[in-house]
């Protein structure tokens, strides 16, 4: 049964006398409904409709949808401090919409990226209301899964969002001259040199003027613990949802392996082929057909239908983890993650793996006559560009054979594949290395070459080294991907990815000039062979689990 929905703005007054304004979508009908809430900063009436169905699509299903704004965003009072009110606020909503009129007092939330952090900071103290979850795509770990990836700074992503947030606020405080440059701003970032007006406004207008204090606190430790959600104590049913290139998965499969492994209630996860947004068949250049649309708002139902309405929606019968193998653009269904077969493809070369296509092999044996010798030259004026990932905007897989021709990517390739090759979880590059310097970045990608030349990314990692210890392992993003017959692999390794990255350099983003003691070229050797086995480590499966197509959970 679908019900026509009716819409009114109702405002929450919290325990410091602040208002928050909510808009609330409802059935027009006796009668009552459980409550579905989300909390978000970009003003209500976008609701996250980017990836999801509108609040009216949810509460012609039975339910009353409550859209809210965070304290200090849209129309909502005070003063919007990145995360930090987020805890108390999100107890106050959950109790008071649990109390609206028709309300069932039981209350589910639902959001990604900022959104699903507001569900976790409410469900910390344990709101009796609160019954379940669907939190997408976010950053637990603050430090780890959102501001840095191993160390390094995600330039592209924060200083894009850093942009978006500092636009709104002046928005709302009618400043319109920086609402202009940060608008404009937004659509050409300025990596290299920001003017100093530019710097200004965000440090006026980012909230907390977060971008300096997260570029600030390099390292974790105290300041970012501030930012973690303490679930110790939660134990709720959660619907996990993910995307092989948003750049917040790593936080979403932490969440989900550390609810899974402590929590009674159910953990379902769900990770599709999408980046950050939207949820579609197309990610970058590749069309992974129908099967890639989002069937999250449906899975959300279903979710929703069974733990707010006691209805048997059949998800407790169902495997908990559902994952889109790409190349074979299907999705998949499990009882448990995946893990497959541990295999290493080492890295040979003839030392022109710079410079040749062929230069650089990865061989599935390890037996090297000699040592071998490749050498990155890290131009911080030039540095490699990054092209899609999880990390740069617009993300997914493109054509990057022009980037691997370049004399500072070093590229090794297997021979063509006898018969697919299914690849599924982690992904480790362990890499010896000599640099002159001790501290420099190395970036890993992944790549399937086709017959034709053609070459498209499907997994990468960076990582900050400050150590001279060898051998260093760089984490790749988890994947799930079908790599045809006749195809081959490839591992691309460079010192840069930039804008993706803040580029190793010396360089302070900051500065009205940039000063010449800070530009370093930066020479890394990495070494292969039977003394230095360098190996591309990977989890191959024959993925014969039950295909979920068409199903939901």
């Avoid at 907390?208 to 300041?223: L, M």
């Avoid at 707010?308 to 448990?336: A, C, H």
């Avoid at 899609?388 to 390739?413: C, K, M, N």
Wanted: proline residues 5%.
């Amino acid at each position: 049964m679908q019900y026509h929905v009716i819409k009114e703005t109702v405002s929450l007054v919290t325990g410091d006398r602040l208002r928050l304004d909510a808009d609330i979508y409802r059935p027009e009908a006796s009668g009552e409904f459980p409550v579905l809430l989300m909390r978000q900063p970009y003003g209500r009436a976008i609701a996250s409709t980017v990836v999801y169905a509108h609040p009216k699509w949810y509460a012609a299903r039975g339910y009353i949808v409550v859209i809210q704004d965070v304290r200090g965003r849209g129309t909502s009072e005070g003063k919007f401090d990145l995360f930090i009110n987020e805890i108390e606020d999100g107890i106050e909503t959950v109790n008071w919409a649990s109390q609206l009129s028709q309300s069932t007092g039981e209350v589910g939330m639902y959001g990604f990226s900022y959104q699903g952090m507001t569900q976790l900071y409410a469900a910390q103290n344990k709101p009796k209301a609160l019954k379940v979850l669907c939190p997408g795509m976010l950053g637990y770990d603050i430090y780890a899964d959102w501001a840095y990836e191993n160390g390094a700074f995600c330039l592209q992503a924060n200083l894009g969002w850093a942009v978006q947030l500092a636009a709104e606020t002046a928005r709302l405080q009618e400043d319109f001259k920086a609402y202009q440059v940060l608008y404009a701003a937004a659509r050409d970032l300025p990596f290299y040199n920001p003017s100093s007006f530019l710097r200004e406004c965000l440090g006026k207008y980012a909230p907390s003027s977060f971008f300096d204090e997260w570029i600030a606190h390099p390292q974790p430790g105290k300041y970012w613990q501030q930012f973690k959600p303490d679930l110790t104590n939660v134990d709720l049913p959660m619907l996990h949802i993910g995307g092989w290139f948003d750049c917040y998965l790593r936080g979403t499969l932490r969440l989900y392996r550390e609810m899974a492994q402590q929590c009674s209630n159910p953990q379902h996860l769900i990770v599709g082929v999408w980046g950050h947004l939207p949820w579609g068949r197309k990610v970058g250049a590749i069309d992974y057909g129908q099967e890639a649309a989002s069937p999250v708002d449906e899975l959300q139902i279903s979710w929703f239908d069974h733990f707010l309405k006691g209805k048997d929606t059949g998800i407790l019968e169902s495997n908990p983890i559902r994952l889109f193998e790409m190349g074979s653009n299907q999705w998949k269904d499990f009882k448990t993650f995946p893990q497959g077969e541990k295999i290493a493809y080492y890295l040979n070369s003839n030392s022109l793996a710079s410079i040749r296509d062929d230069g650089g092999k990865l061989s599935l044996n390890d037996c090297f006559e000699e040592q071998q010798e490749d050498i990155i030259v890290h131009d911080p004026w030039r540095p490699v560009p990054s092209l899609g990932g999880h990390v740069a905007f617009p993300s997914g897989s493109f054509e990057r054979s022009h980037i691997d021709s370049r004399s500072d990517v070093l590229t090794y390739t297997s021979e063509p594949f006898a018969s697919d090759l299914h690849i599924v979880g982690k992904i480790i590059v362990e890499l010896y290395y000599q640099a002159d310097t001790p501290s420099f970045d190395l970036c890993a990608i992944v790549s399937e070459v086709q017959p034709n030349g053609c070459v498209y990314n499907f997994t990468q990692g960076y990582i900050r080294i400050d150590s001279s210890a060898n051998p260093v392992q760089i984490p790749l993003q988890e994947t799930c991907i079908c790599l045809k017959q006749g195809n081959c692999l490839r591992l691309s390794i460079s010192a840069a990815c930039f804008p993706a990255y803040l580029t190793h350099s010396g360089m302070n983003l900051f500065n009205n000039e940039i000063n010449c003691n800070d530009v370093n070229i930066i020479t890394i050797s990495l070494q292969s062979g039977r003394k230095y086995p360098a190996k591309l480590l990977i989890n191959v499966s024959d993925l014969l689990e039950i295909s979920a197509r068409n199903k939901l959970f």
